[in-house]
């Protein structure tokens, strides 16, 4: 697909408070990147690597052949939006939500409908950047974050969300098995999770 010209580009982007949403939708047009709005700023990133749809499609399958609760379902490109806020929103890699999602016209999903989001940190991510979504989530108040990182083989399971924190932050390697809470109650194993590349985490800009 080639690019756009200019006169389709339009202005350039000044976005006034409760106009975000709307630029960043112009920025996914333009440049195909995925557009967050994390703390009223657009996080923008590139197209995930193999290695990173890769740990997505195995968690999925685990979810799915364990078994959620009922009226309970894995989505990807599903984006959450922040309560009370005109422009927040993030799109987790996956997110656990009720099957009604299915049927709803709208593109945001309700932060208190979401009883699991997993991010998978990116080869590039920076460690601030890491921070500061995990905190998105909590002022969200969504009970289960789960961040995988397959630069080092780390996951860590965030629960009980307060005061703009998780009170509650479970480390854990590759190979061992994530507990996650009630509801869902479930084990997620990560023996068989890719790693990235010898090099590619030995690049990534200090956070």
Same mark, same amino acid.
Not at 53 to 81: C, F, K, M
């Given at each position: 697909?080639?690019?756009?010209?200019?006169?389709? /580009?339009?202005?350039?982007?000044?976005?006034?408070?409760?106009?975000?949403?709307?630029?960043?939708?112009?920025?996914? @047009?333009? *440049?195909?990147? @995925?557009? #967050?709005?994390? $703390?009223?700023?657009?996080?923008?990133?590139?197209?995930?690597?193999?290695?990173?749809?890769?740990?997505?499609r195995?968690?999925? @399958? #685990?979810?799915? *052949?364990?078994?959620?609760?009922?009226?309970?379902?894995?989505?990807?490109?599903?984006?959450?939006?922040?309560?009370?806020?005109?422009?927040?929103?993030v799109?987790?890699?996956?997110?656990?939500l009720? *099957?009604? =999602?299915?049927?709803? !016209?709208? =593109?945001?999903?309700?932060?208190?409908?979401?009883?699991?989001?997993?991010?998978?940190?990116?080869?590039?991510?920076?460690? @601030?950047?890491?921070?500061? &979504? /995990?905190? =998105?989530?909590?002022?969200?108040?969504?009970?289960? +974050?789960?961040?995988?990182?397959?630069?080092?083989?780390?996951?860590?399971?965030?629960?009980?969300?307060?005061?703009?924190?998780?009170r509650?932050?479970?480390?854990? &390697?590759?190979?061992?098995?994530?507990?996650?809470?009630?509801?869902?109650?479930?084990?997620?194993? *990560? !023996?068989?999770?890719?790693?990235?590349?010898? $090099? +590619?985490?030995?690049? #990534?800009?200090?956070?």
């Amino acid at each position: 697909m080639g690019a756009e010209s200019d006169a389709d /580009a339009g202005p350039p982007l000044h976005p006034r408070p409760g106009r975000l949403r709307e630029a960043g939708e112009r920025v996914e @047009r333009l *440049t195909g990147l @995925r557009v #967050q709005i994390v $703390g009223g700023k657009l996080v923008m990133s590139p197209t995930p690597r193999g290695k990173h749809a890769g740990v997505i499609r195995r968690l999925r @399958r #685990q979810l799915e *052949t364990v078994g959620l609760p009922e009226g309970l379902d894995t989505y990807e490109v599903s984006s959450i939006g922040l309560p009370d806020d005109p422009d927040d929103y993030v799109t987790p890699d996956l997110v656990v939500l009720p *099957t009604d =999602w299915e049927d709803d !016209d709208e =593109w945001l999903a309700a932060a208190e409908d979401a009883a699991l989001a997993v991010e998978v940190i990116s080869a590039s991510e920076k460690s @601030r950047e890491i921070r500061d &979504k /995990a905190d =998105w989530y909590a002022v969200a108040r969504v009970p289960v +974050l789960l961040v995988i990182d397959p630069r080092k083989g780390t996951w860590a399971l965030h629960t009980r969300p307060d005061n703009g924190i998780y009170r509650d932050v479970r480390p854990g &390697k590759f190979g061992e098995v994530v507990r996650l809470p009630a509801p869902l109650a479930r084990g997620i194993a *990560t !023996d068989d999770l890719p790693l990235y590349g010898e $090099g +590619l985490s030995d690049r #990534q800009p200090r956070g």
